[in-house]
C-alpha cells in the first residue's frame, strides 16, 4: 500500500468536505483501492498556508478556521513566498485546487495547475474556469508529465458526466444536450413560484449559502453558460467559451408570467442546451417555459438535471438532486481515485 | 490490431440491431479501441443456426431471416448437434447471448453462457435471467478464466446502469434505488389515462411490439421484480429472487382510479424500489400516485428512470428516454467494448 500525500489549494466550505470525506472512507481506500493518504499542505487566500511532510492536524487546522484563525502556526519548515513556492516545494503527490471561479480567465486556478503538473501531481478541480479556459493546455500537460487534469465536479457536483463519457459510453456520437445547470436560479424561480418577490427570493438564497452576496452570475446566466462550454469543450470536443453561448438570465421573468405558466400547468426553467451544427455548436442559455411531459419539469430547488443526445441513445438524462458541499467533495474524491487506477 | 470472432446464440431483433451497430461503427472500433471483428457464426431456436470461420454473409443472413429461411445453408463444416456443441466448437473470441428470459430459471441462457466462459470466451448477454439466477457463479467462472461476464442491457436496454457502479462511482455505499423499470407497463397506464381501456391499451402495445402475446409478465410484474433483483444482487451485492419481491401488478388500476388521480393532478406508476433493511433488502414493485414533483412523474411511453440513494450523492437520478432494440444494442456493443478493454 502506498500513502499518497496530498496538499489544497483553496479550503472552504467543499475543501473542508472533502477532508472529512476522505478521513471517513480512509478504511474503504485502503481496502478497496490500497492507497492510504496524508494531508501535508493547505494554502488560503486569507487563512494564511501551511505544510507539513508528517501530515496535518486537520481538527486542529479545521477549529482553527471556523473561528477565523490562520494557518501559519500549523507551518513547519522555511517560510513560503507564496501559493507556487508552496505548490512547488511540497513534493504531493496530488493537488486539489478549490480556489474561486474566474468565469472570464479561469486565473488564478490555471497557473496554480499548471503549476502542479510542471511539479509531477495529479490535479483535480471543482473549478470550472481552467476546463473552460485551458482544458487543451492542461490535458496536454498532463499526459506529457504521465499525470491526470480531472475536475467532475465542474459541472453538476459530484454526479458522474465526464467519468461517464470517458468511461461506460464508449463509441458514442454525442450531438447535443439540454439541461438545468444552475442551482441558484432553480431554487430562486421555485420561490417565486412560491409568491416569493425576485428579491425576497435572492435574500433567501443568500441567507442559505446558496445565492451569492452578489448573485449576478447566477442571475444573469454565467454560471449556467461557462458549464455548457465546459461540457461542450470536454465531451463534444468542441472548445468554445461563455461569450459564444446565447445567453439570457432570469432577470426579465416577472412574477405574472410566473403566474401565468402556473396556471397553464407549466413551469419557467432556466434551460441550457448546445448542440451540434454545420461549423461547431450552437449553445443557449435562456428561460423557457416547460411542460409536465418534459423532464425538466420536476427538477426542484437545487437539483440539476441533462439529457443527452447520442446516436445510440435517444434520451440519456442524469438527474442530481439536493447537493451541497458533501456532492461536490465525492466528485473530488471519484477523482482521486480514478487519477490513481488510471480510469 | 486484433480480430475478434463473434458468435451470436439467439439473433431476434436485439441480435441484428446488434449486428447493424457493429458494421456502423467498426471503423470506431478500429481507430478508438484498436480491433476488428468477424461475425463466424449465429444459432437460433426456430430458424438453424451457421457457423462459417470466415464470417457470416451478414446481409444475406438477415435477408434469409426477414423471409422466414433458415440459417443452415449458411453453415460451413461438420453439422453441429446442437446449441452447446455450436458454442464449444466455434473457438470464438465473443459469444452474445440473446436467447428469451426465462423469470424463473434463467435458462437455458445459463448454460449457454457457463459454456461460452468454458471455452475461453467473454460472454454478453442481454438477458435478466442469468443476472439474478447465477450471478455469482458466471462471475467467479468469469474471473477464473481470465475473461467477463457482462449484461449492461438487462436492466434499462444501454443505459449506463452496471458500468456506471462499476467505474465512475468508486467508494460509494449503496443504500436503495426507486424507480420505473418497466417500459410496457408505464406505456399502457399512459394510454389509458388518454382513455383507452386496458384492453385496447395492451391491444395497441402488442400492435406495437411493446407487450408480448402473453402480456402476463409485464402487467403482473415480474419483468419489473427481476431488474429490481438483478439490480440488488449486482449494484447491492445482496442476492434476491422475484419471490422476494412484494410484487403488485397493474391489472388493479380502473379507468376510474386513473381520472381520479389525473383530477388531482397526479399519475399512476408502477413504482420499483429496493431499500437496505437490517438483515438484507426490503424490494418492491407496486403502483403508487406520483405527484408532478417527483422525478417519475415526467417519465412517458416507454422510457424508464432510476434513482439512487447513496451515502454520498442523495438523488442521482438515470433516465432512459425511448429505448428500441438500437438502445439494447448499444449496451451490448459497449459490454463488448469495455470486456476488450478490461473495463
Given at each position: 500500500m502506498s500513502t499518497l500525500s496530498i496538499i489544497f489549494v483553496g479550503f472552504g466550505n467543499v475543501g473542508q468536505a472533502l477532508a472529512r470525506l476522505l478521513?471517513?472512507?480512509?478504511?474503504?481506500?485502503?481496502?478497496?483501492f490500497n492507497f492510504d493518504y496524508r494531508i501535508v499542505g493547505i494554502a488560503t487566500g486569507r487563512h494564511g498556508m501551511a505544510f507539513n511532510p508528517d501530515g496535518l492536524p486537520m481538527e486542529n487546522v479545521i477549529a482553527a478556521l471556523k473561528t477565523g484563525g490562520s494557518l501559519d502556526s500549523f507551518h513547519t519548515g522555511e517560510k513560503l513566498r507564496d501559493t507556487f513556492d508552496f505548490i512547488r516545494?511540497?513534493?504531493?503527490?496530488?493537488?486539489f485546487e478549490?480556489?474561486?471561479?474566474?468565469?472570464?480567465?479561469?486565473?488564478?486556478?490555471?497557473?496554480?495547475l499548471r503549476a502542479g503538473l510542471e511539479a509531477g501531481m495529479h490535479v483535480i478541480t471543482a473549478n470550472k474556469g481552467p476546463v473552460v479556459h485551458a482544458y487543451k493546455e492542461l490535458t496536454e500537460l498532463a499526459e506529457k508529465q504521465g499525470k491526470r487534469f480531472l475536475f467532475e465536479s465542474a459541472v453538476m457536483d459530484g454526479a458522474p458526466i465526464f467519468?461517464?463519457?470517458?468511461?461506460?459510453?464508449?463509441?458514442?456520437?454525442?450531438?447535443?444536450?439540454?439541461?438545468?445547470?444552475?442551482?441558484?436560479?432553480?431554487?430562486l424561480i421555485g420561490l417565486m413560484e412560491d409568491e416569493k418577490t425576485f428579491d425576497e427570493a435572492v435574500s433567501y438564497a443568500q441567507s442559505i449559502g446558496i445565492a451569492e452576496t452578489d448573485?449576478?452570475?447566477?442571475?444573469?446566466?454565467?454560471?449556467?453558460?461557462?458549464?455548457?462550454?465546459?461540457?461542450?469543450?470536454?465531451?463534444?470536443?468542441?472548445?468554445?467559451?461563455?461569450?459564444?453561448?446565447d445567453r439570457q438570465g432570469i432577470r426579465e421573468i416577472t412574477p405574472a408570467m410566473i403566474q401565468e405558466a402556473r396556471a397553464a400547468g407549466e413551469r419557467w426553467?432556466?434551460?441550457c442546451s448546445a448542440h451540434r451544427v454545420k461549423d461547431g455548436i450552437k449553445a443557449s442559455v435562456r428561460p423557457e417555459r416547460v411542460r409536465p411531459t418534459s423532464p425538466l419539469f420536476s427538477i426542484n430547488g437545487t437539483s440539476s438535471f441533462v439529457q443527452f443526445e447520442t446516436d445510440v441513445l435517444p434520451g440519456l438524462?442524469?438527474?442530481?438532486?439536493?447537493?451541497?458541499?458533501?456532492?461536490?467533495?465525492?466528485?473530488?474524491?471519484?477523482?482521486?481515485?480514478?487519477?490513481v487506477r488510471g480510469r
Open positions: 478521513e471517513r472512507k480512509r478504511k474503504m481506500l485502503d481496502e478497496q516545494s511540497s513534493e504531493a503527490d496530488i493537488l478549490n480556489s474561486p471561479v474566474n468565469h472570464k480567465t479561469g486565473q488564478p486556478a490555471i497557473d496554480h467519468s461517464l463519457f470517458r468511461g461506460p459510453l464508449p463509441a458514442i456520437e454525442l450531438k447535443g444536450f439540454t439541461g438545468i445547470l444552475n442551482s441558484c436560479t432553480n431554487l448573485p449576478s452570475a447566477d442571475i444573469d446566466g454565467w454560471d449556467a453558460a461557462i458549464k455548457v462550454c465546459a461540457l461542450s469543450t470536454v465531451v463534444m470536443g468542441v472548445p468554445i467559451t461563455p461569450d459564444q453561448v426553467k432556466l434551460v438524462g442524469i438527474v442530481e438532486g439536493d447537493p451541497s458541499p458533501d456532492t461536490t467533495a465525492y466528485g473530488l474524491l471519484a477523482d482521486l481515485i480514478n487519477a
